[in-house]
């Protein structure tokens, strides 16, 4: 990531008037960043409410775990209750990952109340703090051999009713009672509770009923189906969770630290800053660092999805979570865990997680009419047919105890998170991060890209791109005295020359005197006499004549003079990501709309917008006018989403309806961003869209595939055909195929 930006250094570097746009934007850094939280909020607003940012970073936010969660709608239920206690700002429950996210006063006192409202939905819930909390044992996997116990007996009550032996109804209620012990035992708890309306419940009425009317086979047939789909679908789930954390598994748990010549394990966490620590090939690297000694490639595949290895060696910086592939290194530790990139992947997949989409939230409001309404139906069909039509009451019966099943929400309740926490999984292995689910549900919607060019389009290196000598001098002798001359500069594009001269072995003697005169360039004495190098305006003071410079259209130009006489021009420029005509073109081909904002010249903006086929361009813009470039494309086209390496963009970034920020780079970019590219591939722009598309589709995929086929069942039995079966399958069957259709989005290519 091109730190370039911050580094203008006041250079008196005449060439760069074609860039001051560019740097003076580059120098309001540091004001925008304190104003960026503010300035997002406000954006937020005035644009869009649909991103409600819930406040992750709260001072008084704590995280529970709450191991053995096993029902969606259960977590709704008890997130509702906990948000009511005294005490309590906001509480929010994410069901893929488990977390409660608590925000009150003194959390730690109210974990008594939240553990009885748990256990109270839900018997073996165990509360715990997540800093206590260790992966492996988050998962209680009921075994299967009960339900294998329960399906023997079953078939030989089955083989006995065939045969009309008498002994079938015992085994029949055996096997019930092995089956549906725990659900009607659960069922029993919960309505002493006053819990009605939950799944066990449901379950127990319905089966009872069946019994009641003497479909012995039906019940247990019943039971066993819905233990056999609850089994699988808790399976799923955890699967999934594993899936989508990898990230998780990115950070080691012990690593090897160098005292002297002595090797000492230490828990990862442990590692302060200034540590140095040894990586031998094959291993992940731990934390965040640089290279002291050693080389090696290492593959940053799991953190940036970048496909090539990289070539590191001694003072290369290295980010955690990538592996040492070839060579033995040791490394100086720069961030604890805590702030390692891999921790803030893992963050960054947990908050967005929690954050609730749109469609989320109003399906969670849905449940909640839809369960009592079906229930309220399930009570009329039982009694009215009956009682106006002279029905027959035991058909009517069963045909409520189907409905009783169906009006069980899980299906619903788990259809969308499931396919948000894949979409933001299977982002997360390409590098790429989001801030919330609603940040995916605006990226669906795009209609305008927006693109700032250095970091973004390009690789925001300057790089020499031609060298026109005048007089008697060679392109060597040109180079190699502007080299000298800039050799003292930090400015971005001094470092091109000076990388220029040093890849064609040219010897860069010391100036032995450099003058920077502001705003123009620089005048220095060297072996060859008087230097000036910089802008034209610094040669005409000089009066140098000038008759021989052509100037050119695009990139930013040093001019150079030697003891008063014209040597010729440097066309500086920085070169196009090998991928940006690529990722433009396949934006285009998904209907959306590009336009590329910069602080340079239109000549070189002009260049990469027409080698990457861009639609529309502005160039020569201020920091305040990229705002307002982008509000008036907002007007025009519709949602935006900006893209921008960060530094300066926080403002603009806050302004669009999606910021993307590319790159691990700036801080206040991450702050202000709704996604961040961990990868600096502008490919990242079109897959992240279409991922944001697929996640929303999928998403509604499963709502109405679980309505239609609850309202399929309703038909039927108000039609004279009710099947408990087919009511269970719309239930537990139901959640698992949604569940399935959503973990697609992890394979997707």
């Known amino acids: 990531m091109p730190h370039h930006h911050g580094h203008h250094h006041g250079h008196a570097h005449g060439c760069c008037n074609e860039h001051e746009h560019e740097h003076e934007h580059h120098h309001g850094c540091d004001c925008h960043h304190e104003h960026t939280e503010h300035e997002h909020t406000e954006h937020q607003h005035e644009h869009h409410h649909e991103h409600e940012h ?24 008890i997130e509702q209750r906990i948000r009511k206690l005294p005490g309590v700002k906001n509480a929010g429950i994410t069901f893929a990952t488990r977390q409660l996210r608590l925000d009150a006063a003194d959390p730690e006192a109210l974990l008594p109340q939240i553990s009885a409202i748990c256990t109270d939905l839900e018997p073996d819930i165990v509360v715990i703090p997540k800093k206590l909390a260790k992966a492996e044992e988050m998962e209680k996997n009921e075994s299967p051999w009960s339900i294998m116990a329960g399906a023997a007996l079953f078939a030989v009550g089955l083989l006995f009713a065939y045969l009309n032996l008498p002994a079938a109804l015992p085994i029949f209620v055996a096997a019930y009672l092995l089956l549906g012990g725990r659900v009607l035992l659960t069922a029993l708890g919960n309505i002493r509770r006053g819990q009605v309306f939950d799944e066990n419940f449901l379950m127990s009425i319905a089966t009872l009923g069946a019994f009641g009317i003497q479909e012995y086979p039906e019940a247990v047939g019943v039971m066993l189906f819905y233990r056999i789909g609850e089994f699988f679908e808790h399976r799923a789930v955890a699967q999934s969770r594993r899936q989508i954390m990898t990230a998780a598994e990115l950070r080691p748990d012990v690593i090897t630290r160098l005292v002297g010549n002595d090797e000492q394990i230490i828990a990862a966490e442990d590692a302060q800053v200034g540590d140095i620590l040894l990586m031998r090939p094959g291993d992940r690297i731990p934390l965040d660092g640089v290279i002291i000694t050693g080389e090696s490639s290492v593959d940053t595949a799991p953190v940036t999805g970048e496909p090539l290895p990289q070539a590191v060696a001694s003072g290369s910086p290295v980010i955690s979570g990538c592996v040492n592939i070839s060579g033995r290194l040791t490394m100086r530790v720069e961030k604890v865990l805590q702030d390692s990139t891999v921790s803030r992947i893992l963050d960054a997949v947990e908050n967005a997680a929690a954050s609730k989409p749109q469609i989320d939230r109003f399906i969670t409001r849905f449940a909640r009419i839809y369960t009592p309404l079906v229930v309220a139906l399930a009570m009329g069909v039982a009694v009215l047919p009956p009682l106006i039509m002279q029905g027959e009451w035991l058909y009517w019966l069963k045909t409520a105890l189907t409905f009783l099943v169906i009006s069980c929400p899980c299906a619903l309740v788990l259809s969308v998170p499931l396919a948000f926490f894949s979409g933001i999984g299977a982002a997360s292995r390409q590098g790429i991060l989001f801030k919330g ?50 050799l003292s500069s930090t400015h971005p594009i001094a470092a091109g020359i000076a990388a220029a001269a040093r890849e064609r072995n040219l010897r860069i003697a010391h100036p032995t005197k450099v003058e920077e005169i502001a705003g123009h360039g620089i005048k220095a004495t060297t072996e060859q006499g008087e230097v000036l190098c910089g802008n034209q305006k610094l040669l005409a003071e000089f009066g140098v004549d000038l008759s021989a410079y052509r100037p050119e ?9 030697v003891n008063g006489q014209f040597a010729g021009h440097l066309i500086i420029d920085d070169s196009i990501k090998e991928d940006a005509a690529a990722a433009v073109k396949l934006l285009q081909k998904q209907g959306i709309h590009t336009a590329m904002l910069t602080g340079d010249t239109a000549g070189s903006a002009n260049a990469v917008a027409a080698h990457a086929g861009i639609d529309e361009v502005h160039a020569h813009l201020l920091p305040q006018d990229k705002l307002q470039t982008l509000q008036e494309i907002r007007s025009r086209r ?38 961040v590219f961990m990868t600096n591939r502008v490919q990242a722009i079109p ?10 589709r999928v998403a509604w995929q499963n709502i109405y595939f679980a309505l239609a086929v609850k309202l399929l069942v309703v038909w039927q039995g108000l039609n004279g055909d009710a099947n408990l079966w087919l009511a269970v399958f719309a239930d537990t069957g139901v959640a698992m195929l949604c569940l399935l259709n959503s973990i697609r989005l992890l394979y997707r290519k």
């Open 437 to 486: 689910g609603s940040a995916i549900e605006a990226l669906a919607k795009i209609n305008a890209v927006v693109l700032d060019k250095t970091g973004t389009l390009t690789h925001g290196q300057f790089t020499v791109q031609k060298i026109m000598p005048a007089a008697d001098f060679s392109a060597d002798e040109l180079l190699q005295i502007a080299a000298a001359c800039e």
């Open 687 to 696: 897959q992240v869209i279409s991922l944001a598309q697929s996640t929303c």
């Open 553 to 561: 259209e695009s990139g930013a130009e040093v001019l150079v003079a």
């Open 638 to 675: 519709g949602r935006v989403l900006f893209v921008g390496d960060g530094i300066n963009d926080a403002p603009v970034l806050a302004g669009a309806d999606v910021g993307a920020a590319m790159g691990s780079g700036a801080d206040a970019a991450l702050e202000a961003a709704d996604v």
């Open 54 to 77: 819930e406040h992750e970073h709260d001072t008084g936010q704590h995280i529970f775990i709450l191991q053995n969660l096993g029902c969606a709608n259960c977590a709704s239920k």
